[in-house]
């Protein structure tokens, strides 16, 4: 089943629309994905993602094989996507839980890269855990 989805920055200078199927939301918890969320890095993997208004919107090429879509207006952390052979791949993007309007419909179906989570805090939300996983 696929899920429509809406959502934008903390400011409202980038707004976007996705569909999504109905996988749920992954938290990342790899060294990365911390540092650019600032804890977690919860996402929803997409299709069909059309932005709105791309003038505040800026990316960062944070590995060979991913970038990170963030507001240069309010410094929103939105986007990741994947990058092949040096260009981005537009059929692989996550979009931030934290910037979908609610309601969703998703709930959260796995934590990835837990051995590289961060010391302080613990997973124990009975939901499935892995170590492989996105990481970029």
Not at 1 to 9: E, K, N, P, R
Not at 70 to 94: N, T, Y
Not at 106 to 123: E, M, N, P, Q, T
Request: one cysteine or more; proline letters at 2%; glycine letters at 14%.
């Amino acid at each position: 089943m696929t899920v429509s989805l809406t959502g934008g920055c903390l400011c409202g200078a980038v707004r976007f629309t996705a569909e999504a199927d109905d996988d749920g939301i992954v938290a990342c918890h790899c060294t990365m994905c911390r540092r650019w969320s600032g804890h977690v890095w919860a996402a929803a993997g997409v299709t069909a993602l059309r932005i709105e208004d791309e003038r505040a919107l800026r990316w960062y090429r944070s590995s060979g094989i991913g970038e990170r879509g963030f507001c240069a207006e309010c410094g929103s952390s939105l986007f990741w996507r994947g990058v092949r052979d040096g260009h981005a791949v537009e059929d692989d993007v996550e979009v931030s839980g934290g910037a979908l309007d609610a309601p969703t419909g998703l709930r959260l179906s796995c934590h990835a890269r837990v051995d590289f989570k961060g010391d302080y805090y613990a997973i124990a939300d009975g939901v499935p855990q892995r170590t492989e996983g996105p990481a970029a």
